[in-house]
């Protein structure tokens, strides 16, 4: 078991940056895949990031790759969304959630989440 609790969400205007982070409990974190998701309003839950458990492959949707950034301290226990260049399309709430196996851009594959951080970006 592991819990999973974000942080760092925001108002922030078009063009700027946050990062947001997932603190998780345990001592077994350097052996989850950790992913990012976001759930606008009126629409479904969607993919943004994910790591491995080293910290080596890394994937993105293709709506943030360039702009947004995934990492992990393992020795913290926690993961990272650096999200630059924000629109206000990236207007959400972000979610992480955790995996024991390989990694994976489907959320129906990850076993545990946080509660979510709301992201708004003005125009």
């Known amino acids: 078991q592991v819990q999973l609790v974000e942080s760092g969400g925001g108002l922030v205007q078009a063009g700027g940056s946050l990062r947001l982070s997932c603190a998780a409990s345990?001592?077994?974190?350097?052996?989850?895949?950790m992913g990012w998701f976001r759930q606008a309003p009126g629409k479904e839950r969607e993919f943004v990031a994910a790591i491995s458990q080293s910290g080596g492959p890394t994937y993105y949707a293709d709506s943030v790759k360039g702009r947004f950034t995934i990492s992990r301290d393992n020795a913290k226990n926690t993961v990272y969304l650096q999200m630059n260049s924000l629109k206000p399309e990236d207007t959400a709430v972000y979610y992480c959630?955790?995996?024991?196996?390989?990694?994976?851009?489907?959320?129906?594959?990850?076993?545990?989440w946080g509660q979510g951080t709301q992201v708004t970006v003005s125009s």
């Open positions: 345990g001592r077994t974190f350097r052996t989850y895949t």
């Open positions: 959630a955790a995996r024991t196996v390989v990694i994976s851009t489907r959320q129906g594959d990850y076993d545990y």
